[in-house]
């Protein structure tokens, strides 16, 4: 069954771009990620039930105050855990992945969906998951290989007169937000605030877990033939970005130096998507210059940690910028050494992942915002 506009504008796809009202939704999830900071070692709650997030404590009453140091300490310890095994379920389902040979952001779609040949996932209301949640839903749909890009909760789908199937297990997604607390120094009785960050940790459903739900989100997309030539809103985007593109010679590499990229010509890569692929690559990777975000893990030395943190964050932002604008993102031909030295990485530090995707969202929402004041 084919959707229609009036029945759900926000994920219908235009001819080689996306309707006015799923652009709204994505121009609102990238503001959204450009105000979202790293988060310190802080509160992080999940919730038991899976489809809703706990809400962050308040202020501590008086009388809990009296409880013993061992409970308080109990409690310190349960917080710190499930924190800990939010980034370690995620992670590890992202090595689980790379372990078996496959990047889980490279071709993590299907064209068999009516919200678009390549779309980063979607919540139930059609608005696009950014950062971390991008990966770990795509990882999740590439291992169970569903093929529409639509995530609800339990209870969503519940409001929608629709029930998950006996037996299905979620996906993990979290949310990052900040509560501030009023704390009294007990020796001079002095206030001060401080800004707590915290991570909610829920689960969601994809759309074929679930039974009952109206046609459109199960609609399957009309036919549509790969261009065999250059992609024209691609072509604008990056021009509009403002980097030097020089094209020659058999290599793709973004200079720091001269804060040019450079690419092999158009005619020499295997499709438009992979030179548009790589080009977003080679974008994202400008985006760090000091000039720009300045973006510097400390070295840029083949094989060491800094380098592929940064790799992880330009191949991630790669492959936000390239669903963004309906482009498969192509494995490259360094696949496999690539794939060790961010095995390595990410066995060493399970929050790895989460501050490659920060600043991969980060990078992404400045690349759009840079096209977009040049458009």
């Not at 490279?106 to 059609?126: D, E, F, K, S, Y």
Request: proline share 5%; aromatic share 8%.
């Amino acid at each position: 069954m084919k959707s229609s506009p009036a029945s759900f504008p926000s994920i219908v796809p235009t001819a080689g771009r996306f309707s006015l009202p799923y652009d709204a939704a994505i121009m609102a999830g990238r503001r959204a990620a450009s105000t979202a900071r790293p988060l310190p070692d802080s509160v992080l709650a999940v919730s038991p039930s899976g489809d809703t997030p706990l809400a962050a404590s308040g202020p501590v009453a008086p009388e809990r105050l009296a409880k013993t140091g061992n409970q308080k300490e109990q409690r310190t310890m349960d917080q710190n855990n499930q924190r800990q095994d939010v980034y370690s379920r995620i992670t590890a389902q992202i090595i689980a992945s790379l372990e078996k040979g496959v990047r889980p952001w490279v071709r993590p779609w299907n064209a068999q969906h009516a919200a678009g040949r390549i779309t980063r996932p979607l919540r139930h209301n059609g608005q696009p998951y950014t950062g971390i949640n991008v990966l770990s839903l795509w990882t999740s749909a590439l291992a169970q290989n569903f093929t529409a890009p639509i995530w609800m909760t339990f209870r969503q789908a519940l409001e929608l007169k629709a029930h998950v199937r006996k037996a299905e297990k979620g996906s993990l997604v979290v949310y990052a937000n900040s509560i501030t607390r009023t704390e009294t120094d007990g020796k001079t009785g002095d206030e001060t605030e401080r800004e707590i960050h915290f991570l909610k940790g829920y689960t969601v459903f994809n759309v074929e877990q679930i039974e009952g739900l109206p046609a459109h989100y199960y609609a399957v997309a009309e036919p549509q033939l790969d261009p065999l030539a250059r992609i024209e809103h691609a072509e604008k985007f990056f021009a509009a970005t403002g980097v030097t593109i020089n094209h020659g010679g058999n290599r793709a590499f973004y200079s720091h130096g001269n804060d040019a990229i450079q690419l092999p010509p158009f005619e020499s890569f295997r499709d438009a998507d992979s030179y548009y692929g790589t080009l977003a690559h080679e974008t994202v990777h400008s985006s760090g210059h000091k000039k720009r975000l300045d973006r510097d893990f400390g070295g840029h030395r083949f094989g060491s940690e800094a380098y592929a943190i940064e790799e992880l964050v330009a191949e991630l932002g790669a492959a936000f910028i390239c669903a963004d604008l309906e482009i498969a993102l192509e494995a490259r031909e360094d696949h496999a050494a690539y794939i060790a030295s961010w095995l390595k990485v990410l066995s060493q530090d399970t929050r790895a992942v989460f501050t490659a995707a920060s600043h991969a969202q980060r990078a992404a929402d400045f690349i759009h915002a840079a096209a977009a004041a040049q458009s």
